[in-house]
């Protein structure tokens, strides 16, 4: 062994000295999600609180062979159509839902333009805020066709009657051939446009709104585009919106007034197959139909793409791929500071499919105090003992708690363990921990590691000549 380097005696680092978990955190229902967006003070409409608790979106996606419990209150995408090259085939998230209809105000007795359904969940929402009529362009054919049998199973054209809301199907040829004479309190456009929707302002009530994602600069920004008496538009940048573009035929006839080219209907026969890799592929694109600031963006791209479960993806179950994608969205959650809602994420990937990623990262969303900050860890390394992040993160908890001599043997069993990319973080810690105790030389020679692994740190470079100098 030479110098410097930890034994691999790591008899020192019982786990059944550890705390048992006594908290599982699992996704919670819709209801009690959105219970949770009102104390986070994300959704303050008291009525889009209450329509959104009895809409459950989970009913409006493809149906998941797996069993996992509230799935639709996750921070998920979910898909309700099985070709995920069409445009706008998920369902967005509880988050960017509440805020799209907070900011759109929509009152009781309004009519609504609804392009791009989304799975009927919209328009369910839309419905229950007490609309008089929803006309639903589906530029699709057969997905339209698809939507109305699935309304109708759902019996929510039973609902709707109950409700006095008027439901109208529609195409693209909608805005060409249509004797409609109805103008709208609300249009709301689901996908992008590369340029204003002009031919829809004719469309509009005094004071009435468009909400559209409009392309600028490879984003979409959904804008608010409102007509006054005045007959004054007034067209306002809202938020970052990361949708599929609708398409040029679509564009053509909203924004342009050009005559429908009718394409050939392409029929896609469901299967179990079709399905299945929906789900699998639903959250490989991670901001997609998120809504925020582009900071907030750029964040959830770059922490989704940054730590991943250990899997083989090439026979991937479908289980499997769920808890992947909850576990990232967990730790999207954590990194921002959601730390309850991250927890549930990490436990139900855990619940669904085992893994120590889930279960370190779920130890870091309990406060130091919370024994199950430490019992997490060591589910983690029960679950893979050569799973070295989790040795790390006792040492760093034992540290904080003034366990020094603890922490170092822990510290040590990160070094040493076959799973574990970020070695040297381990070694600055144990430098850390040695010097808390005073022991120069050895803290001398785990500076000397991490140098290594870290030769362009200013400050460890200069700790490493620190340390020397105690030495002469």
């Not at 530029?139 to 109208?168: G, T």
């Not at 940054?306 to 993806?313: F, G, Q, V, W």
């Not at 799973?419 to 921990?433: F, H, M, V």
């Amino acid at each position: 062994m030479e110098n410097g380097s930890p034994p691999h005696d790591l008899s020192n680092c019982d786990l059944k000295t550890l705390p048992e978990i006594i908290s599982w955190p699992s996704l919670r229902s819709q209801a009690e999600s959105i219970d949770k967006l009102s104390e986070m003070g994300a959704l303050e409409n008291l009525v889009v609180k209450d329509v959104l608790s009895i809409t459950p979106r989970g009913v409006h996606a493809l149906p998941l062979s797996e069993n996992i419990d509230n799935i639709g209150s996750s921070s998920l995408k979910l898909p309700w159509w099985i070709d995920l090259e069409k445009p706008n085939s998920l369902l967005p998230g509880l988050f960017e839902t509440c805020q799209i209809f907070q900011m759109m105000g929509v009152s009781s007795g309004n009519k609504i333009l609804l392009i791009g359904p989304r799975g009927n969940w919209w328009t369910e929402i839309f419905l229950h805020m007490g609309a008089s009529k929803i006309n639903i362009v589906e530029i699709d054919d057969y997905r339209r066709e698809i939507l109305k049998n699935r309304w109708e199973n759902l019996r929510l054209d039973i609902v709707s009657k109950a409700l006095n809301c008027d439901i109208e199907w529609n195409g693209l040829e909608y805005f060409v051939i249509n004797s409609d004479k109805d103008l709208y309190d609300r249009i709301l456009i689901t996908g992008g446009l590369n340029c204003m929707p002009t031919q829809l302002l004719n469309k509009l009530k005094e004071n009435g709104e468009i909400w559209a994602p409009i392309g600028n600069n490879g984003d979409t920004i959904l804008h608010r585009i409102t007509k006054s008496f005045s007959e004054d538009i007034d067209n306002q940048n809202i938020a970052m919106w990361d949708v599929d573009m609708l398409g040029s035929a679509a564009e053509n006839i909203i924004c342009h007034g050009n005559k429908i080219d009718k394409n050939d209907v392409c029929i896609i026969e469901e299967s179990s197959e079709l399905i299945r890799e929906a789900w699998l592929n639903a959250n490989n694109n991670p901001t997609k139909d998120r809504i925020g600031p582009n900071s907030l963006l750029k964040i959830i791209k770059e922490v989704w793409e940054s730590t991943d479960i250990l899997l083989e993806y090439d026979n991937i179950t479908l289980k499997d791929s769920i808890a992947k994608d909850l576990f990232k969205m967990g730790n999207v959650l954590q990194k921002i500071g959601i730390f309850e809602l991250a927890a549930e994420h990490h436990g139900t990937s855990f619940s669904i499919s085992p893994s120590a990623e889930s279960a370190c990262y779920l130890g870091m969303t309990f406060p130091i105090n919370n024994d199950d900050s430490l019992a997490w860890q060591r589910v983690a390394i029960e679950t893979d003992p050569n799973f070295g992040e989790s040795w790390n993160e006792i040492g760093e908890l034992m540290m904080k708690k003034g366990m020094i001599d603890d922490s170092i043997n822990w510290f040590r069993g990160a070094i040493v363990s076959k799973n574990y990319s970020r070695r040297g973080e381990a070694w600055i810690n144990l430098t850390r921990a040695h010097m808390e105790i005073n022991q120069t030389l050895s803290a001398f020679f785990s500076a000397q590691k991490a140098v290594e692994m870290f030769p362009d740190n200013d400050e460890l470079v200069e700790l490493l000549t620190y340390l020397g100098e105690d030495l002469i």
